[in-house]
């Protein structure tokens, strides 16, 4: 997964790189009477990341190679596995923030669906001799299985009003007539983010709310109305409209998912395997200055290794 998003910082680069190559003649800018060309700006762009961009497009091309000699394939599936994977880790599970980075870094979908293959492809030759044991994945089970389940969430609606008459006038009308509940929080209700929506605040677990909100919606019953709750905001009316008791999660349920990860924790570190890659395959580089990308200098040595 880290090779992955290391993909999307440079996959704009390598776009970049080859579409300003390839019109030498264009304008990018005027500076006062100064031209901006594509072939000063791609000359910069080199200058800055080549040596980063030449190696990613060889890391690249090694990891296809023997992906295709052992005769590994990243399926479709395989490829929207690893996208929303990347989503929940580093989007909290919000496409449209992907779709941000994504336009932010030049890059498409289809870019990234080509970075996601690349690293579905290199976890496979890493993992190809990893074994896992019975008793290795029932330990990690043992020891993760509460993390891996549900945890007890609650689903509740609000009206927050600032004066605690005025919230136990609410309440008293809600005892009444508990279905003018969406209507009195469209009309009293002081928290802007939700009162359209009638004080819907969806599903949360705890640690999601202040404290003493959290212990009286969880108190409470699935259709319960609560009295008003003061908080630091004020004063808090809450009907639970649903309760979800924890869900842990069986060893057969998560056992894949377990495979997957205890795979990941015992294979060959990504520079590692990469360079075990580059040994096994026929690299010549042309241009001298990025003769260091196969033969990186010795700290303490000034002399450079020879490209192979």
């Known amino acids: 997964m880290k090779q992955l998003i290391a993909g999307l910082a440079v996959g704009a680069v390598v776009v970049g790189g080859i579409w300003f190559f390839s ?3 264009h304008t990018v800018a005027v500076v006062g009477d100064y031209k901006i060309t594509d072939e000063i700006f791609y000359n910069k762009l080199q200058a800055a990341q080549g040596e980063a961009v030449l190696t990613k497009l060889i890391d690249d091309q090694v990891i296809k190679i023997q992906a295709e000699k052992l005769g590994f394939k990243a399926t479709e599936e395989d490829i929207n596995k690893e996208i929303d994977k990347l989503v929940e ?3 909290g599970g919000d496409k449209s923030k992907l779709e941000s980075a994504l336009s932010e870094s030049k890059m498409t979908m289809d870019d990234l669906k080509k970075e996601a293959k690349t690293s579905v492809l290199l976890r496979q030759i890493a993992t190809k001799d990893v074994k896992i044991t019975d008793d290795e994945i029932k330990d990690y089970y043992d020891k993760n299985k509460e993390s891996m389940g549900e945890p007890e969430q609650v689903h509740a609606r609000h009206i927050l009003v600032k004066d605690e008459k005025q919230a136990n006038d609410i309440y008293n009308q809600l005892q009444a007539d508990p279905s003018k509940f969406e209507e009195l929080a469209k009309q009293y209700s002081i928290d802007t983010s939700n009162k359209d929506q009638g004080g819907d605040l969806d599903y949360f677990g705890k640690g999601q709310m202040v404290k003493e909100f959290e212990d009286a919606a969880f108190a409470a019953k699935k259709g319960d109305i609560t009295k008003p709750v003061h908080t630091e905001f004020g004063y808090h009316i ?5 309760h979800k008791e924890a869900k842990v999660p069986t060893l057969e349920e998560k056992k894949d998912e377990i495979i997957e990860t205890l795979k990941e924790q015992k294979m060959t570190p990504y520079q590692d395997l990469i ?3 580059h040994a096994k395959t026929e690299i010549q580089i042309n241009d ?6 196969l033969n990186p200098p010795i700290p303490g040595d000034p002399t450079q290794g020879a490209a192979q």
Do not use: G, P, R, S
């Open 275 to 277: 360079n075990e890659l």
């Open 89 to 91: 880790d580093k989007f």
């Open 23 to 25: 019109n030498a003649d």
């Open 288 to 293: 001298k200055k990025y003769d260091t990308i």
């Open 238 to 242: 809450i009907q639970v409209l649903d």
